[in-house]
């Protein structure tokens, strides 16, 4: 059976085991993606301290070697974890990075992020491969507000816009997520709060995550790139009054660093990155949504 909830508020960094001095590493072996958000700007550099965002994109078996030097580095590192720069899902190689994690590390905790497009027909691999945190991104609820966050979807090899992609991915997120979370994996939602747009949204998300089974909510800021570069950042009253709303229906995530998606370490403590990855300090390369 996956760790519990209570079980992960004590051995996962992200859901409070920061306060136990564990840590962890993210995994980044998704280089593409099938959604395409508006805020979105995945990259390869060594400078930027935010999701999306990796010095280079590992084979799920140089990122065995890499989990195995990161563990000499800091043995306190309890997770594996993969958030990217792409989607999870959207390709092969998180899955088979971490059937590779349960076989030569088997007692770490496996993590991962996804979109949860397909969230719902990917769940038996997730919950047999014993994955035992899954992260959804949930920007909305209501396809009209989800079609002002993101451009479309390619699903099945067939491409949607507008509130006709955003209805399918809502569909997808809500029935992947019951899914999962019926088998025990406990499942946190992640929130772009971007106040114009989905700011008086938060708590219907929060309590619609919340009945199919989500355990905690997180909200991120906005960072202001891509299509929204003219959005404003939320600020902390802006902040805390959505928390303040989602903490009505759900446990609320406090702590999140916006994470690159190659981190290692602890929490607010060392990132061991330099010293484990082959670092990339020429021009930045921008990802394509494959």
Known sequence: MPNTYQNLQQSHPCFGGHKNNVGRIHLPVSPG??????????????????????????????????????????????????????????????????????EHYPKLIKCMSTNGLLLDERAEEIIEIGVESVTVTVNAVDPEIEAKLNRGIVYHGKAYKGEEAAA???????????????????????????????????????????????????????????????????VCNEIDAARTQASKHIDVFRHCQHCRADAVGMLGGKDYGDMIYERRIAKADTFSHG
């Open 33 to 102: 993606c099938n959604i395409s958000c508006k805020f979105c700007d995945r990259k390869i550099n060594d400078t930027e301290e935010r999701p999306g965002v990796t010095s280079k994109v590992l084979s799920p078996t140089e990122a065995i070697e890499i989990l195995g030097k990161a563990l000499a580095l800091c043995p306190e590192i309890t997770v594996a974890g993969i958030a990217g720069p792409g989607d999870t899902l959207a390709t092969d190689y998180a899955l088979d990075t971490f059937r590779l994690v349960k």
């Open 168 to 234: 399918i991915l809502i569909e997808n997120q809500l029935k992947g997520i019951q899914k999962i979370a019926e088998t025990g994996i406990t499942v946190k939602v992640n929130t772009v709060l971007v106040p114009n747009i989905n700011g008086d949204h938060i708590e219907e998300i929060a309590r619609t995550v919340k009945a199919v089974g989500a355990s905690i909510y997180n909200l991120i800021p906005l960072i202001p790139q891509s299509d929204l570069s003219g959005e404003k950042a939320p």
